[in-house]
Antibody
Framework: EVHVVESGGVVVKPGGSLRLSCATS????????FHWVRQPPGKGLEWVSL????????DYADSVRGRFTFSRDNSKNYLFLQMHSLRAEDTALYYC????????????????WGQGTLVTVSS | DIQMTQSPSSLSASVGDRVTITCRAS??????LAWYQQKPGKVPKLLIY???TFLSGVPSRFSGSGSGTNFTLTISRLQPEDVATYYC?????????FGGGTKVEIK
């Protein structure tokens, strides 16, 4: 059974940094690309970033480009979202999601989603 | 960037009604469109990909259609368990934008 579990969300001051983690199991991790998608409280979904199955491709929404970095550790089946220069508008529930199909460049639909981890940026 | 516009933003219908949600892309995206369902307090769930292919286990009352810039999600006979917010998402190119969502309620 596929499991995707995010962690690392906390309250952080504006300008601060944070690293989110995503632990996975139940499938061949190294074959799949992933996404981070966020959802501000009471609002809609916003795509944040993708990483390809081999880590060769990453891409970002303009709102986070240059501040966030998506990486993966294929030896531990973990994903990471390093977040810098955090702003109030980054406050959201952050979901890690696994692509439906293996391989590809990361631009695929997200089939399995974790429960999310809440990041609050506030002074 | 390609913008994704959903309509309506909310709707209220009776059990058994046919419900149609529209998603429009500001430029053509071929069939690189997915639909997600998010029930209150729950995680989004992928319903349909490639505009019209539904995942195993998705009730047959759900269907998707369209290509290019205009897409629809149809619930043929609305059920109480379909109360949710539905999102479209394009994935032909970055950014993989979502539509603003359509909240479906029972009248």
């Amino acid at each position: 059974e596929v499991h995707v579990v995010e962690s690392g969300g906390v309250v952080v001051k504006p300008g601060g940094s944070l690293r989110l983690s995503c632990a996975t199991s139940g499938f061949t991790f190294a074959d799949y690309g992933f996404h981070w998608v966020r959802q501000p409280p009471g609002k809609g979904l916003e795509w944040v970033s993708l990483i390809s199955w081999d880590g060769a491709t990453t891409d970002y929404a303009d709102s986070v480009r240059g501040r966030f970095t998506f990486s993966r550790d294929n030896s531990k089946n973990y994903l990471f979202l390093q977040m810098h220069s955090l702003r109030a508008e980054d406050t959201a529930l952050y979901y890690c999601a696994k692509n439906r199909v293996p391989y590809g460049d990361g631009r695929e639909e997200a089939e399995f989603w974790g429960q999310g981890t809440l990041v609050t940026v506030s002074s | 960037d390609i913008q994704m516009t959903q309509s309506p933003s909310s709707l209220s219908a009776s059990v058994g009604d046919r419900v149609t949600i529209t998603c429009r892309a500001s430029q053509g995206i071929r069939n690189f469109l997915a639909w997600y369902q998010q029930k209150p307090g729950k995680v989004p769930k992928l319903l349909i990909y490639a505009a019209s292919t539904f995942l195993s286990g998705v009730p047959s009352r759900f269907s998707g259609s369209g290509s290019g810039t205009n897409f629809t999600l149809t619930i043929s006979r609305l059920q109480p368990e379909d109360v949710a917010t539905y999102y479209c998402q394009k994935y032909n190119s970055v950014p993989l934008s979502f539509g603003g969502g359509t909240k479906v309620e029972i009248k």
